[in-house]
């Protein structure tokens, strides 16, 4: 009775062990997807280009200029 | 070094929001954010105005000034721009601008916002120029590629102004001489003759 009580319990931790198993590797996962999703690091630029002026005066801006003065 | 500015000469504006429809085309600006929007006071009155309004690049922004991240920075011709990467969304920005300028992406019920957006002058954010990462965050960049807010670029009746201040103030200037103030607009007593002698 002992013996067949014990592996019913047997029965009983292993499928425990299998759901721990299986809880713990999804959750690894879970962690592990979002690493893997954000791919290499985006390029940024530095603190000097940040705030560098953008502003051109080319043809096309000399142009705006122009015809806004009509 | 140019500083960059938007005027909108509200004599001329027309109030037809295809500045608003090119921003939120060029940038692909997210539902709910308008960049750009039209206003206007005394709606179908005498001496209705329609303004054209979106960030004004403040000199001292108080955006900036309230943000609790700083994540603003201004470039050196004048743009105010900010770091999404850095933005957490409180809304203080948003209380703090004159214009209503900062914008948020999302509503719910425990008040989660959304990174903020807002007008760039087109001139993209911190990441690299001209990239789709900035594209994607930022919208296009159009001061890189040696243009200027596409808003002012395609007003029909050129009342958005923008680009450097000294130049763009010169022309204002030199429409108000030719034309004079309010119902003396140059034009105005060709369409609407002279009320007053009426």
């Known amino acids: 009775m002992a013996s067949e009580k014990s592996g019913k319990d047997a029965v009983g931790t292993g499928r425990r062990g299998f759901l721990r198993v299986l809880g713990t590797t999804a959750a690894g996962a879970a962690v592990a997807v979002p690493l893997v999703a954000a791919g290499p690091a985006e390029a940024k630029e530095s603190e000097a280009d940040r705030v560098k002026a953008r502003y051109k005066e080319t043809d096309h801006v000399k142009t705006y200029y122009r015809t806004n003065r009509y | 070094m140019a500083r960059m500015k938007f005027l909108c000469d509200a004599e001329r504006c027309i109030e037809c929001n295809a500045c608003v429809t090119a921003c939120k085309n060029e ?124 808003c002012a670029e395609m007003c029909s009746t050129k009342a958005l102004l923008a680009g450097d201040g000294d130049i763009i103030a010169a022309i204002y200037k030199e429409r108000v001489v030719k034309r004079g103030y309010g119902t003396g607009a140059w034009g105005w007593s060709v369409a609407y003759k002279d009320s007053s002698a009426a």
Not at chain 2, 27 to 46: A, L, Y
Not at chain 2, 68 to 87: E, I, M, N, Q, R
């Open chain 2, 27 to 150: 940038h692909e600006v997210p539902w709910g954010i308008n960049r750009r929007r039209v206003v206007t006071i005394k709606d179908g009155e005498p001496g209705e105005r329609s303004i054209s309004m979106a960030c004004m690049h403040c000199t001292d922004a108080p955006c900036a000034a309230v943000c609790p991240v700083d994540c603003f920075y201004t470039t050196a011709d004048g743009v105010v721009l900010h770091s999404k990467d850095l933005c957490i969304g409180c809304g203080y920005c948003f209380y703090a601008c004159p214009f209503g300028a900062p914008q948020y992406p999302q509503t719910s019920n425990f008040g989660s916002r959304g990174k903020m957006d807002k007008c760039t002058f087109c001139a993209g954010g911190p990441e690299d120029d001209i990239t789709p990462v900035e594209y994607q965050k930022y919208g296009s960049n159009r001061l890189a590629e040696g243009k200027l807010p596409l």
